[in-house]
């Protein structure tokens, strides 16, 4: 069991930038520099949707085919942090982002909210 504590979302036009960061605490039965990370958004339209994965060691990294190429993930294991730089934001970007420890979001954070629009 781990503790996620999402932040960095907001407001954003098309095309702008936002770094989300998500703090892994009060870890029980949990390695956080041990474990694949991941990314998950969810939008009424949409449901919850696999974003991106990456590995223990930050090596290798994977990404939904609609945010390849613009988001880029990230991990500190000395700060147990997971990140999401996201540039060239779309108006379908637009979410709930969550951190979780598995690709299915049972183990997840509050979530932070991202909004893109004009």
């Known amino acids: 069991e781990v503790q996620l504590v999402e932040s960095g979302g907001g407001l954003v036009k098309p095309g702008g930038s936002l770094k989300l960061s998500c703090e892994a605490s009060?870890?029980?039965?949990?390695?956080?520099?041990?474990?694949?990370m991941y990314w998950l958004r969810q939008s009424p339209k949409k449901g919850l949707e696999w974003v991106s994965t990456?590995?223990?060691?930050?090596?290798?990294?994977d990404y939904a085919p609609s945010v390849k190429g613009r988001f880029t993930i990230a991990r500190d294991n000395g700060r147990k942090t997971l990140y999401l730089q996201m540039d060239s934001l779309r108006i379908e970007d637009t979410a709930v982002y969550y951190c979780?420890?598995?690709?299915?979001?049972?183990?997840r954070g509050q979530g932070t909210q991202v909004t893109v629009s004009s």
């Open positions: 009060r870890f029980t039965g949990f390695t956080f520099s041990s474990s694949y």
């Open positions: 979780a420890t598995d690709r299915g979001g049972k183990s």
């Open positions: 990456i590995s223990s060691g930050g090596v290798w990294k």
